[in-house]
């Protein structure tokens, strides 16, 4: 039978975040949390515990969370949560890999490790904790799969959207919730491999840059995904983007470089920590393009279009 739980934070609360943390501890495992910083926050957690399936659904103001190292270490199950956003776009960081998830996205956390989840925005998503043992050894490789990137792909988020539904409905009989959430295993095994069924029919150089567009900031983004993504070769790829002038490697390193440059002029951030957010998992390698791209070094490049704000004065009596 499945149990039914929800916690909720928010203006009715004297302290909306530590209600937050302690939902997020109950409800999923102990995590550090931080909030918007002098803004209003709100969230609700729904959960439907399965057995060895717990399904919940999250809806919150923009934060973000922390898996530290103490906390896995003293971990007691060997849990795993793979998300599914819905609304709102996130980024998940284990392992040295980013993973960036628009809705119908999945990204997976690993409890036995640390791991970083931030929204910037108000955001919707199904989470699903489960055993390492049931999860998808492919999903797991992967940190997560694009189901938003084709027509099929989307298909599979959907009848996951309608299982976790079905599961998370306080109407829902007994009988129902263990079918849903059966299927819902069953769609997650699948959902790695969606990308590979069949090609996209009618496929064109702006079908492949719009797709690298979606997906530069993620390290791991290389033609011979795009090719499994598309259900196409990686030689037909490059032969698409052969004829705007720039080969695939070019047009990744040209977006990630831009979005770079935005963020530095901005003043947001240290150095790496733009760099990896750009999609470079190699610091080196990006001041070197850097340099080439814009003649200056990255630091440089700040420090010539950052405007610190005017020094306060202070009148004296």
Request: hydrophobic content about 50%; some cysteine.
């Amino acid at each position: 039978m499945a149990m039914r739980r929800s916690w909720r934070a928010g203006a009715q609360d004297a302290d909306p975040a530590g209600a937050w943390a302690e939902g997020l501890a109950n409800a999923f495992v102990r995590l550090d949390f931080e909030g918007p910083r002098g803004a209003p926050f709100a969230g609700v957690i729904d959960q439907a515990d399965l057995g060895d399936l717990k399904l919940s659904r999250v809806r919150a103001s923009a934060h973000g969370v922390w898996r530290r190292a103490e906390h896995a270490r003293s971990a007691r199950a060997d849990l795993v949560f793979v998300n599914l956003q819905v609304a709102g776009v996130g980024v998940t960081a284990q392992g040295g890999r980013e993973r960036r998830t628009a809705p119908f996205d999945l990204a997976v956390a690993d409890t036995l490790a640390p791991f970083a989840i931030a929204h910037r925005e108000p955001f919707e998503l199904i989470c699903a904790g489960l055993p390492r043992a049931l999860a998808p050894p492919e999903l797991m490789a992967r940190g997560g799969v694009a189901l938003s990137r084709t027509p099929a792909a989307r298909e599979i988020a959907r009848l996951l959207l309608g299982c976790a539904g079905l599961a998370l409905n306080p109407a829902s009989t007994p009988t129902a919730a263990a079918a849903a959430a059966r299927c819902f295993l069953d769609l997650l095994a699948s959902a790695a491999d969606s990308l590979d069924e069949a090609p996209v029919r009618g496929l064109t150089a702006a079908h492949v840059r719009d797709y690298i567009g979606q997906n530069f900031r993620d390290a791991t983004l290389s033609a011979a995904r795009a090719a499994r993504a598309f259900g196409v070769s990686e030689r037909h790829i490059q032969k698409l983007l052969a004829g705007g002038g720039a080969s695939f490697g070019e047009t990744l390193a040209g977006l990630r470089l831009e979005a770079a440059a935005q963020a530095l002029a901005a003043g947001g951030g240290s150095v790496a920590q733009i760099a990896y957010e750009c999609g470079f998992s190699d610091l080196s390698t990006f001041h070197r393009a850097f340099k080439a791209r814009f003649g200056e070094t990255p630091a440089a490049y700040r420090a010539a279009r950052v405007r610190l704000p005017p020094l306060a004065v202070r009148s004296t009596p």
